[in-house]
């Protein structure tokens, strides 16, 4: 892929050498994270050895897809899905937000229908307890 064309694709897009060094990204890269020349720079430390086994890849190897925490523009952190493929020796990094638990949509309904549904599955779980008890029961006598 041409320089020119990755600098048009809309969303965070690196692409890296083996060693995490940035050849080149998209321009909306930018308004994501901290300019920097390596992607080491924005990987969370507690997600490093998930990069390591990203960038360790072979070369022309499948895409592979892991959820890291990187440092965002705010010095805050955030949480991607990150998918590397790799081809002639370049890594082609995508990086997209992932959804939070709390930006998941939770209605009253659907906790209803959890708690229903646990509800039903203690009441088995404890007709199944009642029964073994009562086998355990004859036995001792």
């Avoid at 041409?2 to 809309?10: L, Q, S």
């Avoid at 020349?37 to 997600?47: A, G, P």
């Avoid at 390591?52 to 070369?59: D, E, F, G, P, T």
């Avoid at 959890?114 to 009642?130: C, F, G, M, P, Y």
Wanted: with cysteine; aromatic share 6%.
């Amino acid at each position: 892929m041409d320089t020119g064309t990755t600098k048009w694709i809309p969303v965070p897009y690196f692409q890296i050498s083996q060693e995490g060094t940035i050849l080149n990204s998209s321009h909306i890269t930018h308004s994501y994270f901290h300019t920097t020349s390596n992607i080491w720079n924005i990987i969370h430390k507690e997600d490093r050895n998930k990069a390591i086994v990203m960038l360790s890849q072979n070369a022309n190897s499948d895409p592979i897809t892991k959820h890291l925490i990187l440092q965002i523009r705010n010095n805050l952190f955030g949480n991607f899905k990150c998918t590397i493929q790799w081809k002639d020796g370049i890594g082609h990094l995508v990086c997209t937000e992932a959804k939070s638990i709390k930006d998941s949509i939770i209605t009253p309904s659907s906790v209803q229908k959890s708690l229903i549904n646990t509800k039903k599955r203690l009441e088995e779980s404890e007709k199944h307890l009642n029964n073994v008890a009562k086998i355990v029961n004859i036995r001792k006598h």
